[in-house]
C-alpha cells in the first residue's frame, strides 16, 4: 500500500509470545533485532504476554497484569515495538491458534508474523493445531546458536513433507511455502516460513528468578524499570516465585523466552 504522498505504508505487524516471567533482556534484544530485520515490512511488532501457558506449569507465574506492565514499562521507549494484552481477554489456555485467529480477524488484509525459537519450532506438533499456524501468518524462526541448521530443516520437512523452497526472506536464511503452490511473497499474506539468524543471549528467566529471590543483583539481566517494578511488588511476587523455585532450584530448565 503506498500513502498519497508516494511513499510505502507497512502493510505488516509481527508478533513475538512468551510467559515474560519476568521479561528480560534477551526477549527485548531479541525483539529489538527482528523488529531491525523486518524493516518497513512491518508497522509495529508487538510482544504478547501469555495469559495461562498450556504447556507450562501455572504454579509461579506472576499475575498477568504485573508481566503486562514489566513489558509495557520496556516496550513504551522501544520504537516500533508494543505490548498485546489479548489473551487475558480469553479464558481458558492461551493456545497460539486461537490468538493468531483473533490477529488475523483483527488484520484481515495485513501480512502477520509470528516468531519463534528452533526449540519450539521443532515442537509444533504437539501445540494445539501447532502444524496449522501457517494458515494463518508466515512464521519467523530464529535458530538457537546450539541448533544446528540441518536439524531445523528436517523439522520443516517432518511437518510439512510438501513444503517448496522459496527464494530467503533474509540472505543468511531459508524460506519455505507450506500453503500450497509457491506465490508471489512480496503479496503473500500467510503460509511462509523464514528462518532469521540473529545471536541469541543466553539468559535464563528461572536463573533470573532464583537470583532475585536469593537477593543476588540482577543489573544487565533486567531492564531497569522491570527490576524497579519487582521491588515495588515485592510482596506479590514472593508470593508466587518462592515456594516453586526452592522446590525446582536444582532442576529448572534455562530458557529464554
Known sequence: MTSRHG????????????????????????AIEIREALGDRISVLSLLPCATPPHKEAAGLLPFDLRARMVESVARHLPGIDCDRREALRRGPSYTWDTLSDLRADHPDETLFFILGSRDYEMLDSWYRGPRLPELCHLIVVPRASAADADVLAATRRLWPDAAAIPPLFADGASFNICGAATD????TFGLVHFLHIPWLPIS?????RRWLAGRNTDFLLPETVADILHEQASEVLKHWQ???????????????
Open 7 to 30: 511513499v510505502r505504508r507497512p502493510e505488516g505487524r509481527a508478533f513475538l509470545g512468551g510467559s515474560f516471567n519476568p521479561p528480560h533482556i534477551g526477549h527485548f534484544r531479541l
Open 243 to 257: 515456594t516453586t523455585e526452592h522446590k525446582h532450584a536444582d532442576n529448572a530448565p534455562k530458557r529464554t523466552a
Open 185 to 188: 511473497k512480496e503479496r503473500q
Open 205 to 209: 528467566a528461572s536463573d533470573i528468578r
